[in-house]
């Protein structure tokens, strides 16, 4: 089974701070690295998405930064928010020969709680 | 609202009782996926279904059965529930666009289901 090792687990972070998430892959022929957000009681839902011709992706307060040759990508959230608590998940897939039957390879999940 | 629709949204079993889980999507997609999440494992693959008229397994599909109905409608069948699966089980559903810019997956809010 093709990995996405997330970190960390869980993370805890004051109001306005930046919290960082993040993941480490190991198959270099993927080329598509969403990003899902998942509140309590609800599905995860598609929240950024980088492909690896570029470094750095930003939309709103969130921000992916992408290292293609250390096979690693992090979502920043800029002046967090007590509302950005959740579970966040990083994916990897090959937008060429996967999708879908093979389907995303998901992280494990980051809980994270902003305080107020 | 367009998406995925899982039915029901709770559920208890007694170990060894059978239920199904409805899942529908009204997108147009041809692949679909049943996801279980459990605390601190991530999002788990129970069975897929590229295209109508297949499936395949997943990470976890021991005790579970699936059938691709139609292109809209995936269900997962546990024919004799045990106390292991207890979980929060997610349905989702999605195209490959190769050269799109944009690809995910559209998840259904959840079934909570016990089993006691």
């Known amino acids: 089974q093709q990995q996405v090792k997330q970190s960390p687990q869980s993370l805890i972070v004051q109001k306005g701070g930046i919290p960082i998430i993040n993941c480490a892959y190991e198959n270099t022929a993927f080329d598509y690295f969403p990003w899902y957000q998942q509140f309590p009681g609800k599905g995860p839902a598609l929240l950024i998405a980088?492909?690896?011709?570029?470094s750095e992706k930003k939309e709103g307060r969130f921000t992916i930064s992408f290292n293609k040759s250390a096979k690693q990508f992090s979502l920043h959230i800029m002046d967090s928010q007590p509302g950005d608590s959740a579970t966040y998940f990083c994916?990897?897939?090959?937008?060429?020969?996967?999708?879908?039957?093979?389907?995303?390879?998901f992280g494990k999940g980051t809980h994270l709680i902003i305080q107020p | 609202n367009a998406g995925v629709t899982q039915t029901p949204k709770f559920q208890v079993l007694k170990t060894g009782q059978s239920m199904t889980l409805q899942c529908a999507q009204d997108m147009n997609h041809n692949s679909m996926y049943w996801y279980r999440q459990d605390p601190g494992m991530g999002l788990r693959l129970i069975y897929y279904s590229a295209s109508e008229g297949t499936t395949d397994k997943g990470e976890v599909p021991n005790g579970y059965n699936v059938s691709r109905l139609n292109k809209r409608e995936f269900s997962l069948r546990l024919e004799s529930a045990a106390p292991s699966q207890t979980s929060v089980y997610f349905c989702a559903s999605s195209e490959l666009y190769r050269w799109a810019a944009h690809y995910g997956y559209t998840f259904g809010s959840g079934t909570r289901l016990t089993v006691v």
């Open positions: 980088i492909r690896p011709d570029v």
């Open positions: 994916a990897a897939v090959n937008m060429y020969s996967g999708g879908g039957a093979d389907g995303l390879t």
